[in-house]
């Protein structure tokens, strides 16, 4: 899936304001209501351990997650707007379709995760580590990409994509 176009960039990041906005109104019940799902929306999740563990479709939204540890974790899909991964072990994590946007990813080790087709506009990643990271088809600040270009390296060994290929570094 790709995000090129203008228009198009408008409309997905409408119609995912309007389910973020829904999600809201209603309270997470109806993401509470699915089997295995947990909302830590709000939550202060510092130094927890999720590593290795199935999150797919969970909320993080406003989430304080300093140092946490989500290495190896399935974030397929979740909603972590706002949340805060400062310094948290991200290490071979799916955060694929992840709805990522005004998250501050600072410090944190991205090494080898999967971040494709996810929405993380106004994040940040500022001193994170982004080696063999796959960033395809997400939708990121130009500025954000630009610095990540200044040390994007490696290629990912779930997609076989380079990380400076998957930012479209020149």
């Known amino acids: 899936m790709t995000y090129g176009n203008p ?4 409309r997905v990041l409408a119609i995912l304001a309007i389910c973020v906005s829904l ?19 709000l939550t202060n999740l510092h130094d927890r351990d999720f590593s290795y563990v199935n999150l797919n479709g969970t909320s993080f939204a406003g989430a304080n997650m300093y140092r946490a540890n989500f290495q190896g974790a ?14 948290a072990n991200l290490k071979d994590v799916d955060l694929g379709e992840a709805f990522a946007d005004r998250v501050i990813f600072d410090r944190a080790d991205l090494t080898n ?19 063999g990271a796959d960033f395809s088809g997400t939708i990121l600040d130009r ?11 490696g290629i990912n060994p779930v997609t076989r994509i380079s990380t400076r290929e998957s930012l479209g570094c020149r």
């Open 74 to 87: 399935n974030l397929h899909g979740t909603i972590l707007t706002k949340g805060s991964f400062l310094q």
């Open 113 to 131: 995760a999967v971040f494709t087709d996810a929405i993380a506009s106004s994040s940040t990643f500022i001193e994170s580590e982004i080696t």
């Open 23 to 41: 999600w809201w109104m209603f309270d997470g019940s109806v993401a509470r209501a699915q089997e295995n799902t947990v909302d830590y929306t």
């Open 7 to 10: 228009a198009r960039r408008w």
């Open 143 to 153: 500025y954000q990409v630009k610095l990540m270009c200044e040390r994007a390296d």
